[in-house]
Structure formats: C-alpha cells, structure tokens
C-alpha cells in the first residue's frame, strides 16, 4: 500500500508553473520524500529529494508543509517535454527491509 | 555517468516457458533491482540485491528467481511465464541499500502468448 496520495492527472499549458502535490500524512520522522518522473516507455527518472523546508534543484523545487504531511514540486516553466507520470515516494532510509513503495503517480498532461 | 542496459528490450514468449532478462550497470553500484510495472501502474518490487551473491525477495517474488552473480549484473528469470505476466521490467541500481536515488534502465516488454 503507498504511503502517499497524489491527484491522478493534471493539465497545464506550455510555459506555465506547475505545482503537483503529494499527502503523505503519515510520514515518520525518519522518513524522506523522493520525486521522479517517468516518460512513455522510459524508466523512472530521479528529480529531487527533501527532508523538510524547501529543496531546489536545475530541473525542479520541492516544497515540504512544516508538518511534514504535505509536499508541492514545483515545475517552472513546462514544456511538451514535462509531460510524464510523476511519482512522489516516502522511504525510510534506515529500516533494513526498506523498499520504495511506488503508487499510480500523477499524470501531466501539457498543451501546446 | 553511467548507464544501465537492459536485454532484450523486447521479449516474446510462451505461456509456461522459462524467460531470462538480463541487467548490466556500469555506475559501479552496490545495490539492483528488478521492478514489474503493469500498464497504467506504479511499480513493484520482485527482487533486489545489495552485493554480489545477494538476493532479497521483494513483495512480487513468486513466480520469479534472480542472480546476481557479478556486481554489475542482475538477472531476472520467469519460471513459467503466465499470460497475466504481460509487464514492463525494469532494473534499478543504487549507490548503497539505503537510498532512494535509483537509476533505472529502459526497460523490457514480456508479451506471452
């Protein structure tokens, strides 16, 4: 079972900010939040990674709620090459059985 | 950088024929994996190995075996292929056992017959 909710889609248009969000409500303290993304017929690709506050990086920002119990990435300026599944993850990366639990991922769909 | 190959990229077979994937990472890490993603899905974990000669069952095994017998490379390995088994696989590798930074190869398409 994920641990974490994501919208199923979104739709954008080219040159705009946009922000997918995740809940993972029942994040525990020792837990990380990862972001990929995934393009048809590729394997997922790694974007970011947060503990808490806020995270940037090249390609995206990651935005964590002060709880914890939200997290917002953050995509400036889309493209037709955005549109992929984006994965939001929750491990914890101390548990020795540890394995990233991947859900359904929310797809963004861009318009020219 | 580096890359991971997956073989074949494509691969038919029979229902209940033995089918093998093949993996090679040249990142130099530790840790692979094999993942099964159903159309539409997200994916899910059949086998993962730390080191060389190290195999760990992740929730999907049954019906799967896995070697790793060099540390840059996993094999995957269907014991009797299903029609339902119809999936993309695709392989992982990792710096160590504790990360979630994965690079993932490709992947490779099973059609059963």
């Known amino acids: 079972l994920a641990k974490t909710t994501q919208p199923p889609s979104m739709e954008a248009y080219e040159g705009q900010e946009v922000n997918v969000s995740c809940s993972h409500t029942n994040i525990a303290t020792s837990e990380y939040i990862y972001w990929y993304r995934q393009v048809p017929h590729q394997g997922p690709q790694f974007i970011i990674q947060?503990?808490?506050?806020?995270v940037v990086n090249e390609v995206a920002s990651l935005f964590i709620s002060a709880d914890r119990k939200l997290s917002t990435l953050s995509l400036p300026w889309v493209s037709l090459r955005d549109a992929a599944v984006y994965y939001c993850?929750?491990?914890?990366?101390?548990?020795?059985?540890?394995?990233?639990?991947w859900g359904s991922g929310t797809k963004l769909i861009i318009k020219p | 950088g580096g890359i991971i190959t997956q073989t074949p990229k494509f691969l038919i077979g029979q229902e209940g024929q033995k089918l093998t994937l093949k993996c090679q990472q040249n990142f130099n890490h530790d840790t692979m994996y094999w993942y099964r993603q159903d159309s539409g899905k997200g994916l899910r974990l059949i086998y993962y190995s730390i080191t060389e000669n190290d195999l760990q069952k992740g929730d999907l095994s049954e019906g799967y075996d896995a070697s790793r017998e060099k540390k840059s490379s996993f094999s995957l390995t269907v014991t009797s292929a299903q029609k339902n088994e119809m999936a993309v696989f695709l392989c992982a590798s990792g710096l160590g056992s504790n990360t979630g930074q994965l690079y993932f190869g490709e992947g490779s398409k099973l059609t059963v017959l």
């Open positions: 993850i929750v491990t914890d990366m101390w548990d020795s059985n540890y394995q990233l639990i």
């Open positions: 947060g503990y808490k506050d806020y």
